[in-house]
């Protein structure tokens, strides 16, 4: 009796712990995004040690089935509270996190709020197929399943649904018998009638179809941006694809400009197509498996999808259908979003890995000094990170209180400010843009060019290689200017900016060419704009009343060259006189 109350008390404090690990959103520091972000990790830190001692603990005094029980709630738990929290935002009781978006749960926008909550909805519906003991926990389960049902077509995540779809599926067909009876009722009624086969298979086809195409309907050029976004990733993971790249962001960014120079090799100027206005520099693939291949390499994307393809076949092999379809549910979502950037997501998986892998035999000592094993070396790799997390938030915080001044344009403080920042915060390709940029504003440019060629190895941004090519023309490089310049162009081609720093660069003394300004003229004068705004008006008003007034000027351009050609060619003699 007494250790019955042992197990109950050890299951509950451990299920508080786990829980607890789960909720990594709540209370997080939001100054801005990135602040938010080592936030995050420096929370998952400390509280997965605790999480990793609980479930130690649970390993050796928890029973099997009560430990895979309070694994199970802890993830349903912490996706209802998503839940609610989504539904409060949505109904206005709550803001979100986002402006543009009615709900965001505790996530910045809807689509991993979507994607964590199709992570929890095959254990969910894998309890309500089951034969319950109390009807109450029955009806509690529905409840919560009806409550997904409303939060998760409302985040719009088209990859949410189906990996949520995928992963019922998988549950429905392996934790029941309907499937089987299914099946074999319409054997029997195609045997019988042969026709309404053709007529149902028809249908089906049909309406599959027909889900597919609305579903793509919803966002189509969102669609056709991540087939790109892909397609330049996968060129990022063959330029080296055993030992990865450091930054997927760089490599991403490095990728797209040899893509769009191979396009037009000619240095011709752009004529700015459908392809060229999906092209962005983002710090993901979304696209886990991609992103892993560009930063890791092929060896270890292999390595994790090994590990995670044996979780799966483990749970399966012992019935745990509700922690496979989870584990479904993520490797789908993982396909077209970043979850394994998000704290919460992580620590997700670890809990369904956990759950997929746990101990058959309650009475085996080895799985469960495995378990303890594997805990403790958790608790290493936390101990080892959280320093590090702690250490770069308190940086972050410091420059939070700082760049007030660099969007008030006070360059020269802002200047002084960085230096003084600069050893704690040389890793962050932001600060390190920001403070070469200030440099460069306070006409120092050596040094704006050194910090801002640091920047480019750890941010692919293609603002980099515009500012650092003007650093170059205020010290008359023209030459090296023209190529960050198009560097920047190749970059992201529909961006304005860099077609009218070229064309300010042929119009200067000493680097004059109306050919290249001409053509330079024409793309600007013709290319459509995405998004309207003052700067891009003011960019082409003076572009446009600059023109007129170079016709003497190339004419004289004209002349001159033309004269220069007459002159006759002196060729040394090679032999002594």
């Given at each position: ?12 404090i ?24 080592i936030s995050?990790?420096k ?5 997965g ?18 430990a ?161 976004l ?61 992103n ?22 483990f ?30 997501f ?23 000094i ?47 400010n ?118 891009i ?5 003076e ?35």
């Amino acid at each position: 009796m007494k250790n019955q109350y042992l197990n109950i008390i050890i299951s509950v404090i451990s299920f508080a712990i786990i829980l607890w690990f789960l909720l990594l959103n709540f209370g997080a520091v939001r100054l801005f995004d990135e602040v938010s972000q080592i936030s995050q990790w420096k929370t998952f830190c400390y509280r997965g040690i605790f999480a990793a001692v609980g479930a130690a603990v649970m390993s050796v005094f928890v029973k099997r089935k009560t430990a895979l029980t309070a694994l199970l709630l802890c993830i349903c738990t912490a996706a209802s509270v998503e839940a609610v929290f989504a539904l409060l935002q949505l109904y206005g009781f709550k803001f979100s996190n986002h402006g543009i978006f009615r709900l965001t749960g505790t996530f910045y926008n809807p689509g991993p709020l979507g994607g964590y909550i199709a992570v929890a909805f095959p254990l969910v519906l894998s309890m309500v197929l089951k034969r319950l003991k109390y009807k109450i926990l029955h009806y509690t389960f529905v409840v919560v399943l009806v409550l997904y049902l409303i939060v998760l077509p409302s985040t719009m995540s088209r990859t949410a649904w189906v990996a949520a779809l995928a992963a019922s599926l998988y549950v429905v067909c392996f934790a029941t018998d309907y499937v089987k009876n299914l099946f074999s009722k319409l054997q029997y009624l195609f045997s019988k009638h042969q026709n309404r086969k053709v007529i149902v298979i028809a249908s089906t086809v049909v309406v599959l179809i027909t889900c597919v195409i609305g579903v793509w309907k919803i966002k189509s050029e969102s669609a056709f941006g991540r087939f790109f976004l892909w397609k330049i990733s996968s060129l990022a993971v063959m330029d080296s694809p055993i030992t990865g790249h450091d930054n997927f962001s760089v490599a991403y960014g490095e990728a797209q400009q040899r893509y769009f120079q191979s396009k037009f090799p000619d240095n011709s100027y752009i004529n700015v197509d459908s392809e060229e206005n999906l092209a962005t520099v983002p710090d993901y693939a979304f696209n886990e498996y991609l992103n892993i291949a560009v930063e890791y390499g092929l060896l270890v994307l292999l390595l994790v999808m090994g590990a995670l393809i044996m979780a799966f076949v483990f749970g399966h092999k012992r019935g745990r259908y509700g922690f496979c379809g989870g584990l479904i549910a993520f490797a789908v979502f993982a396909f077209a979003s970043y979850p394994i950037h998000i704290p919460a997501f992580v620590a997700v998986l670890i809990i369904l890995v956990a759950g997929a892998v746990w101990p058959e035999n309650d009475e085996k000592r080895l799985p469960k000094i495995v378990i303890s094993s594997v805990s403790v070396l958790f608790i290493l790799l936390c101990v080892c990170n959280y320093d590090t997390f702690n250490q770069r938030l308190e940086s972050m915080k410091k420059w939070e209180k700082s760049r007030f001044l660099y969007t008030s344009k006070l360059y020269e403080r802002v200047a002084e400010n960085y230096s003084q920042l600069y050893d704690e915060l040389k890793w962050n390709g932001r600060f390190l843009y920001e403070y070469g940029h200030s440099l460069f504003k306070t006409q120092k440019y050596l040094y704006a060019e050194e910090v801002l060629l640091k920047s480019s190895r750890l941010s692919g941004d293609p603002m980099i290689w515009n500012v650092i090519g003007e650093c170059e023309q205020a010290i008359y490089g023209f030459a090296a200017a023209e190529q960050y310049y198009l560097r920047s162009l190749y970059c992201l081609p529909s961006r304005m900016y860099p077609y009218y720093l070229l064309y300010k660069l042929y119009c200067q003394e000493g680097f004059y060419n109306p050919n290249k300004r001409k053509s330079v003229y024409k793309t600007m004068v013709s290319m459509p704009v995405k998004i309207k705004s003052p700067a891009i008006d003011e960019m082409l008003n003076e572009v446009k009343a600059t023109e007129p007034t170079l016709k003497q000027r190339d004419e004289e351009y004209y002349h001159y060259e033309k004269s220069m050609r007459r002159l006759p060619i002196y060729i040394p003699s090679p032999w002594p006189i």
